[in-house]
């Protein structure tokens, strides 16, 4: 059984800072690429960064320069650093991760950025 924890999340001023953790429980041959994704009310979801089993990054152009995804493997954990927050930023934010051709999710943690 594989479960995806995410913590961090919260309520924010415009402008403030979160850092966003997920912890991946159960055995998995291998974690290869790990995300973030979020979805806003009433938006469809959307991926926010994503990270690759050797580190190589990318990210939506609304989160660049803002947002650091990072990853340390032997805790098996991805994180998210989110800094100078916008009240567009606000959504669920959902930890994925990609073994051996699946995919698999967490249950979100709500961000909430009051302007």
């Known amino acids: 059984q594989v479960q995806l924890v995410e913590s961090g999340g919260g309520l924010v001023q415009a402008g403030g800072s979160l850092r966003l953790s997920c912890v991946v429980f159960g055995n998995l041959f291998r974690i290869n690429t790990m995300y973030w994704h979020r979805q806003a009310p009433g938006k469809q979801r959307e991926l926010v960064a994503g990270i690759t089993d050797g580190g190589i990054t990318d990210y939506a152009d609304s989160v660049k320069g803002r947002f650091t995804i990072s990853r340390d493997n032997a805790k098996k954990t991805v994180y998210l650093q989110m800094n100078n927050l916008r009240p567009e930023d606000t959504a669920i934010y959902f930890c994925?991760?990609?073994?051996?051709?699946?995919?698999?999710w967490g249950q979100g943690t709500q961000v909430t950025v009051s302007s």
């Open positions: 994925t991760v990609d073994s051996s051709g699946v995919r698999y």
